[in-house]
């Protein structure tokens, strides 16, 4: 189990969720949602001003960095919004998959070629991107191998930010279907984190909705019977110029339902249909 307990970072607010193997949970929230802290932190990139994540009852924010080591890659991995972010430029593909399998014991550049071998074929790569410069890659295909990278050691749990970097129509819909065929073949449990209600349809069979660093809004099945005004106004494309923090709903100064309550008072979560909702319209 990979569990965030009330996250708190300079952009995530109080963030909780519990990810096990095999789940596939969907995190929506616009770019400026602070959503990205929900890898940097799980991977020890950032550091939380409270709260914590336990990886199978472990806290990982306690680790030294070379136990932190042993944790990338092979328990948590993921893929940034920017795939050449991933890479060394000095380096072709196949090496980094070679460092990646080296430094865990897991075996030698061989075995490390022959496994991103399949896992590219799993993806629709061919294998000669292996002996490519990162530099050399198309957008589509720097994903394409980041998603290898991450997952062919098939870690417990595989954290993944927005997919469409510089991809056109197709290449997103390629990029779905891969994750699709990747999803089929291992156990990983997946973090999905997007701005497009359409790709977490697709992806994720729970969803939570981030604004601003807080959740307002999770469940089942969020991106089809949303109930919170800011999820409502993200699936029509009908928010507003003004993304101000609110005294007291977060939302408050940009929803068209807002009352003096609102501004004044924090909603606590309440359960509607099958949702859970921070939002003083379903008192009942």
């Known amino acids: 189990m990979l569990e965030y307990s009330c996250v708190t970072t300079d952009r995530l607010r109080c963030f909780s969720l519990k990810l096990s193997k095999g789940a596939r949970v969907g995190v929506l929230g616009q770019r400026d949602s602070g959503k ?20 199978d009852g472990q806290s ?8 932190m080591n042993e944790v990338r890659w092979a328990r948590i991995s993921a893929v940034f919004y920017d795939p050449y972010a991933m890479f060394n430029p000095i380096y072709d593909v196949a090496s980094h998959f070679a460092e990646i ?4 014991g897991l075996g030698d550049y061989h075995v490390a070629v022959e496994l991103a071998k399949e896992f590219l ?20 295909e720097a994903k394409k191998v980041s998603i290898a990278m991450a997952s062919f050691l098939e870690p417990d749990y595989i954290l993944l930010d927005d997919i469409e970097y510089k991809l056109n129509d197709n ?14 073949t291992i156990s990983s449990g997946f973090l999905i984190l997007d701005n497009d209600p359409a790709v977490l349809s ?8 981030v604004y601003r660093g807080e959740v307002v809004e999770e ?14 106004d993200l699936l029509s494309g009908n928010l507003g110029e003004r993304n101000l923090d ?39």
């Open 101 to 104: 399998v080296v430094s865990h």
């Open 219 to 232: 469940g089942e099945e969020v991106v089809f019977q949303p109930y919170h005004p800011y999820t409502m």
């Open 36 to 55: 990205e802290d929900v890898i940097n932190v799980a991977l020890g990139l950032k550091k939380a001003v409270s709260g914590d994540v336990f990886l």
């Open 202 to 209: 697709r992806l994720s069979n729970y969803f939570l909705v």
């Open 171 to 184: 290449g997103r819909a390629s990029i779905l279907n891969a994750l699709i065929n990747l999803m089929g």
């Open 60 to 67: 990982v924010l306690s680790l030294s960095e070379v136990e």
């Open 246 to 284: 609110g005294k007291g709903c977060r939302y408050s100064e940009n929803c068209k339902f807002s009352s003096f309550k609102c501004k004044e008072r924090e909603p606590k979560f309440t359960s509607v249909g099958k949702s859970n909702v921070k939002c003083f319209m379903y008192p009942w």
């Open 121 to 140: 074929r799993i993806l629709g790569g061919k294998e000669e991107l292996l002996y490519k410069y990162p530099s050399d890659l198309t957008p589509l």
